[in-house]
């Protein structure tokens, strides 16, 4: 399960300098009084960087999915080959129940890494401490025109395109390494991979080209296109036989250095993953609720913390604290053939 995905990333080495960003940016803040706008970012730069963890775990998970299926696709094949009569085909069409399963799991991990893509450039703004301003207002420009102008600035501070692309000139504020390295990844790797997330949101699917290949080695594939850019179905080609998963891997290991990278320019030193360990330094306060007010029920591993309120104390804050044991074990998702 997800909460696995920390030993993985502990075992294979993979975001342990992103890991010790948190670490590096609390100690940032140890000497300065946390309110106002420092709270604000203090908080933000929480929420961002404990979605982006958690999205990088749902990225492995989705492509261990995918992995686990064509194992399983090639099962039922095998069991089905005995009864196959070849003659000189190279590849056949493939389509099943658990075909689905591996089609289905393609949205959702393109998905998962735009969504890392938007984030990255967000958490390193906060982390060191970049601020951006409006638009300048034009003379005579209308309230509809320049909020226009102000909302669209705003959402372009949350695409990672953006800042890839320099809009506006919101790359320039950081250091010139990081620049560079945003720029390279972008033109090399990061705007290929985006278009073919888009293409599958908003032109159509990427699950024409599904076999099973004879040759050299029989496993099943789903091609990919060659020209993600083209919006014309009849016009996609697929003379290169890019591999979908193949691609996955290879682009999931290209953004994994690009941000360990990153971080090594920031001076981040590597740390050791720890799943559901709480990274905001107010964690442990809980305040302005009234008692009886159930809080939060957390499940790591068998363990169940279940956090409550009491009677305040004067400095406002109460808690109450239990734990439990309790089953949190998901025995099987898999596909049997039945």
């Known amino acids: 399960m997800l909460e696995d995905y920390a030993n993985v990333f502990n075992e294979r080495k993979l975001y342990l300098r992103f890991n010790g960003l948190m670490k590096v940016f609390i100690e940032n803040c140890k000497e300065t009084k946390i309110k106002g706008n420092v709270a604000r970012r203090v908080s933000l730069f929480n929420h961002y960087y404990s979605e982006f963890r958690y999205q990088l775990y749902c990225a492995y ?43 289905l799991r393609i949205m959702p991990f393109l998905n998962t890494l735009f969504i890392l893509q938007d984030r990255l450039m967000v958490i390193i703004g906060l982390f060191l401490d970049i601020e951006y301003q409006d638009p300048v207002r034009k003379p005579n420009e209308s309230d509809k025109v320049y909020n226009r102008k102000v909302e669209t600035f705003r959402s372009k501070l949350q695409s990672f395109a953006a800042y890839a692309t320099n809009y506006s000139s919101i790359l320039k504020p950081f250091p010139e390494e990081v620049q560079e390295l945003v720029v390279n990844y972008w033109n090399q790797n990061g705007q290929e991979i985006r278009l073919y997330r888009n293409l599958n949101q908003h032109q159509f699917s990427l699950l024409e080209e599904a076999y099973i290949v004879r040759e050299p080695t029989e496993r099943f594939i789903l091609y990919l296109p060659d020209n993600p850019n083209e919006h014309d179905f009849e016009k ?16 999931i290991n290209v953004f994994h250095d690009f941000i360990e990278g990153l971080m090594k320019i920031l001076g981040v030193a590597p740390e050791r993953h720890e799943f559901a360990t709480s990274t905001s330094p107010n964690a442990n306060k809980i305040k302005d609720y009234n008692e009886g007010d159930l809080m939060k029920i957390w499940v790591i591993k068998n363990d169940a913390i279940l956090f409550s309120v009491g009677k305040k104390t004067p400095d406002g804050e109460a808690a109450k604290l239990a734990m439990r044991r309790i089953k949190n074990k998901i025995v099987g998702i898999k596909w049997d053939i039945k």
């Open 61 to 103: 998970y989705f492509l261990g999915q995918l992995d686990l299926l064509e194992k399983t696709i090639m099962q039922q094949y095998n069991e089905l080959k005995p009864f196959i009569m070849f003659q000189n085909e190279a590849k056949m069409e493939y389509d099943s129940f658990i075909v689905h399963e591996f089609l």
């Open 236 to 251: 996609l080609l697929y003379d290169k036989k890019r591999v979908a998963i193949d691609y996955f891997n290879s682009e």
